[in-house]
């Protein structure tokens, strides 16, 4: 049975930062592309980062250059680190294995002073 489980979310003032982890089991995560994508009250999930299995990255231009999307294969774990967080990134954020309709439970993250 495939599970992706988010953690790390919460509440943190604009500037701040901090990091998403998505434990995956159940596949072979090396073998899988990993994906980020977010969903802010009343709008649509949207794609935020990628990482393919070669760790080749590309990021939705509104958090590039804050956002650092990783892996560790040995942990079957995907990361997110978000840095300069802004209100509008305020959103349940949610990991996806590509290629396939396996998604995780989201973890909230809220920027607000």
């Known amino acids: 049975q495939v599970q992706l489980v988010e953690s790390g979310g919460g509440l943190v003032q604009p500037g701040g930062s901090l990091r998403l982890s998505c434990a995956a089991s159940?596949?072979?995560?090396?073998?899988?592309?990993m994906r980020w994508y977010r969903q802010a009250p009343g709008k649509q999930r949207e794609w935020v980062a990628s990482?393919?299995?070669?760790?080749?990255?590309t990021y939705k231009d509104s958090v590039k250059g804050r956002f650092t999307i990783s892996r560790d294969n040995a942990k079957n774990t995907v990361y997110l680190q978000m840095n300069s967080l802004k209100a509008e990134d305020t959103a349940v954020y949610y990991c996806?294995?590509?290629?396939?309709?396996?998604w995780g439970q989201g973890t909230q993250v809220t920027v607000s002073s």
């Open positions: 996806k294995a590509g290629g396939t309709d396996y």
């Open positions: 159940g596949i072979t995560f090396s073998t899988y592309s």
């Open positions: 990482i393919l299995q070669s760790r080749t990255t």
